[in-house]
């Protein structure tokens, strides 16, 4: 494991843009690789579980990685910081595909079973809850402070990348030689990130003088009083929390319902989400080639209450063409906000703190967010679309309110 110190680490990184830099493309490259792994493995996954058993069998297990998930986060984010972000992200990519290839070789030789599926996904949340906080770690200990923007939107276009290519190519897989071959393919892909992370140079904290003998709990602990008592950290989870709130609702289930009512047809939804993926892309883009944008918490604020606005109007929209030209716009808002918050997590946490910090924003956004989806369903089915898109713009703009309201999160920026 190659390491340097915290100001060579620098040195090495502020003479060039992150895009430029090899250091952090061979990191993009190994999250690339693994992102398009994870979603390989999920269509696999899916795949399997609908051929082994019953509908409802088949949702149980996809949905039985989210609990370990959920329950681990936060101690998930006390062992990245603990032992590094890349020591865990290596070692948490070599048992996911240690993982998914022994359930290929089973599924190879014995056929489908909802036992090793469940069992698989169950690891799978339960490693992912380590690896998330240190993937979102990670970036701070590979380049400088001024580079982080332009890395969030790096990583926001490995994620757009990642699910185009993902998905057909785990269709491929599965057309050629079934789940087994599918899941081959992920684990190979996963395996790739792992030579690509042990050749990149990371940065070496300063020693953690409150640290001392503390126990994990203490670190935990220490970790959410520090996000508590900072006076960006605080309102900033409290705007995500709200936005993601707000926004993963009518997105996920609302967006479905909708295209059923309005006759759009699996097609007709498939144009709205190209849409959205088209705008969320484009801001990756502008923040890799930017690398910074003025007045970020104020311009993430108004972005979270302006996308607010569209998430609303899409309940409106009577066509797809004009349902796919707002979600554009929902894209480049929701975009633009969540790479200004990811930015601003990354450039105001201490260092020491990066990994519980993401674990928090984690859990908040893949814990408590997607609370709201069977809330919207039913409360679509009660009232209807409309009623329920208006309501949900509304707290997703609280999010936006919260931004704004806090002086010293409205008043902070990228550093140059």
Sequence with gaps: MTTVSAASAEALTVERPAHRDGNVLRWL???????????VYYLALAWAAVRAGSPAQAGLVMAVSALPRALLMLGGGVVADRLGPRRVVIGS??????????VAALLWLAGPGLWPLAVLALLFGAVD???????????????????????QGMRGLA??????????????????????????????????????????????????????DSTAW?????????????????????????????????????????????????SGMGW???????????????????????????????????????????AFVPNVLGAAGVAVLVGLLTGLSGALCGALLQTQSEPAYLGRVTAVAGLV????????????????????????????AAVCALGGVVALAA??????????
């Design 93 to 102: 990519d070599v048992v996911r595909c240690a993982a998914v290839l022994g």
């Design 365 to 392: 956004s893949l814990g408590l967010a997607p609370l709201g989806m069977p809330l919207s369903a039913a409360a679509i089915g009660a009232w209807g679309t409309g009623p329920v898109f208006v309501a949900s």
């Design 407 to 416: 002086p010293a999160l409205r008043r902070a920026e990228l550093p140059h």
């Design 272 to 314: 709205v989400l190209a849409g959205f993926s088209t705008g969320a892309g484009a801001v990756s883009l502008l923040l890799t080639v930017r690398g910074r944008l003025p007045r970020a918490g104020s311009l993430a604020g108004c972005s979270i209450f302006a996308g607010s606005a569209t998430v609303g109007a899409l």
């Design 159 to 212: 994620i757009r990348f990642a699910s185009v290519v993902g998905a057909p190519l785990g269709g491929l897989g599965v057309a050629l030689g079934g789940a087994a071959a599918a899941f081959g393919i992920a684990g190979l892909l996963i395996a790739v990130s792992v030579p690509l992370l042990v050749s990149v140079r990371v940065g070496e904290l300063p020693p953690d003088e409150t640290a001392g």
């Design 218 to 266: 203490r670190d935990l602990v220490g970790g959410l009083r520090y996000i508590r008592h900072h006076r960006v950290l605080a309102p900033l989870m409290l705007a995500i929390a709200l936005g993601d709130l707000g926004f993963t609702g009518p997105l996920n289930v609302g967006l479905a319902l909708l295209a059923d009512q309005r006759g759009w047809g699996a």
């Design 29 to 39: 490259g190994a999250y690339t690789a693994s992102m398009v792994g994870d979603n």
């Design 129 to 151: 809850a380590v690896f998330m906080p240190a993937v979102g770690a990670l970036p701070a200990r590979v380049t400088s402070r001024g580079q982080l923007a332009r890395v």
